[in-house]
Nanobody, 113 residues
Framework: QVQLVESGGGLVQPGGSLRLSCAASGTIFSIYAMAWYRQAPGEQRELVATITRAGSTNYADSVKGRFTISRDNAKNTVYLQMNSLKPEDTAVYYC???????WGQGTQVTVSS
């Protein structure tokens, strides 16, 4: 059974940084592409970043240059480094094995002074 568990969310001031982690279990993590999504209150879930099994990345225009997705296959973990955070980045962040449709429970990120 595939499980994805996010951590690292919290409250941060505008301009600050956070690193989200997503630990995977029950899967051969290294062979699957992974992604981070987010959902703000009253909004649809949106794709933030993806990373292939080879490490190629792609980002939403709204986070390009500020966020970095990475993975450590030895630790079965995918990360999202978020810098220069803005209030509009406030959302619940989810990691996903998006090709097979597995999702974590989400972690709240709040950017506010």
């Amino acid at each position: 059974q595939v499980q994805l568990v996010e951590s690292g969310g919290g409250l941060v001031q505008p301009g600050g940084s956070l690193r989200l982690s997503c630990a995977a279990s029950g899967t051969i993590f290294s062979i699957y592409a992974m992604a981070w999504y987010r959902q703000a209150p009253g909004e649809q879930r949106e794709l933030v970043a993806t990373i292939t099994r080879a490490g190629s990345t792609n980002y939403a225009d709204s986070v390009k240059g500020r966020f970095t997705i990475s993975r450590d296959n030895a630790k079965n973990t995918v990360y999202l480094q978020m810098n220069s955070l803005k209030p509009e980045d406030t959302a619940v962040y989810y990691c996903a094995d998006y090709i097979r449709g597995y999702w974590g429970q989400g972690t709240q990120v709040t950017v506010s002074s």
